[in-house]
């Protein structure tokens, strides 16, 4: 029974060492940090996109990013973001999806046709079946807002 005592003893002399050994702990767990710097730093740099600015159309702004990063002229890039347009809004029309992988799905969505109330005489209305483009973004675009 002696040998417990002495070891309790042992433990209360052993605490306060712990803490002076405290602050080189807290530097070991600020190493990964710097490791993750080293990653990021090892990486390519990814471009910068600037968003629309304000007073000036989205259109435009395509245009002219279409324009900078392949170094054509306005004409071309204004044509290229038309064909675009003009090609996802083609598909649509045949009810087909137009996946963009890591920016997000365009589809056609079916509305059918029901029964509503107007709300200022309380009289029933039918309304009409019809169609509506949805979009649900992809993971790189959720993850980047």
Same mark, same amino acid.
């Given at each position: 029974? *002696? ?5 309790? @003893?042992? !433990? &209360?002399? /052993?605490? #306060? +060492?712990? $803490?002076?050994?405290? =602050? ?5 767990? *600020? ?5 993750? @710097?080293? !990653? &990021?730093? /090892?990486? #390519? +740099?990814? $471009?910068?996109?600037? =968003? ?22 306005? $004409? ?70």
């Amino acid at each position: 029974m *002696a040998k417990a005592p002495a070891s309790k @003893a042992k !433990k &209360t002399k /052993a605490a #306060p +060492a712990k $803490k002076a050994k405290a =602050a080189p702990a807290r530097k070991a767990k *600020a190493a990964p940090a710097r490791k993750t @710097a080293a !990653k &990021t730093a /090892a990486r #390519p +740099a990814t $471009k910068r996109y600037t =968003a629309t600015p304000a007073g000036s159309s989205d259109r435009q702004h395509l245009i002219t990013q279409i324009q900078k990063g392949t170094g054509c002229s306005t $004409k071309a890039a204004t044509d290229t973001l038309n064909d675009v347009i003009a090609t996802v809004t083609a598909s649509l029309k045949k009810n087909q999806k137009v996946q963009l992988t890591g920016f997000g799905t365009f589809a056609v969505s079916k509305r059918s046709a029901r029964k509503a109330r107007n709300p200022a005489t309380g009289e029933s209305i039918r309304v009409k079946a019809s169609k509506s483009v949805r979009f649900r973004p992809g993971q790189t675009l959720k993850r980047s807002i």
